[in-house]
């Protein structure tokens, strides 16, 4: 029988900061519900990021388009940005929860956003879902997880949906 893990806040009766990176994925919100169900405890801080990218503008054919067109395109994103926060504020609120911070920070890559929160926020740890790429897949795109797990600082929780199919195994037998 497999043992129960040791809450998250320690026996000082200090509480911790934990940071979640959410989009618009059903990993996300998986990965929401997974800190709720099994990591959260009482008088701890959950801060959810979400991470507004816009296109690589060196690697794209929208390196051509008009500063009205770059301002039309972020103005967009930050209004699919403020859907999806509301969404998973819903989430967290139907939970109990109140102490909840929303962030939505962009200009970096992903896994940089996710890891400067965590920094500036002392985050204790970080929880994030994964889109279960297999390993070329991932050498090639690159992984926001595989990226986070790299560099942050604490502890960091990567929840794999149960659900999923097994992309590894497809990415190697091709």
């Known amino acids: 029988m497999a043992e129960q893990a040791a809450p998250l806040a320690p026996k000082d009766g200090s509480h911790k900061t934990v940071l979640i ?17 099994n990591i959260h405890r009482e008088g701890n801080t959950v801060i959810l990021v979400h991470v507004i990218e816009l296109p690589d503008m060196a690697h794209s054919r929208q390196a051509y388009l008009s500063p009205a ?7 967009e994103e930050q209004v699919n940005a403020k859907k999806l926060e509301d969404k998973f504020r819903e989430i967290v609120h139907s939970k109990g929860l109140t102490n909840v911070k929303l962030r939505c920070d962009g200009g970096m ?34 992984s926001v997880s595989d990226y986070v797990v790299h560099h942050a600082s604490c502890p960091v929780v990567i929840c794999r949906h149960k659900d999923r199919k097994d992309s590894a195994s497809m990415d190697e037998s091709h």
């Open 69 to 75: 067109a770059l301002t039309e395109l972020w103005k």
């Open 21 to 37: 990176g959410v989009d618009a994925s059903r990993q996300a919100e998986y990965a929401v519900n997974f800190y709720l169900e």
């Open 109 to 142: 890559k992903p896994g940089q956003v996710v890891v400067n929160v965590a920094n500036e926020e002392k985050a204790d740890m970080i929880v994030m879902g994964t889109r279960g790429m297999g390993k070329i897949r991932r050498t090639i795109l690159g």
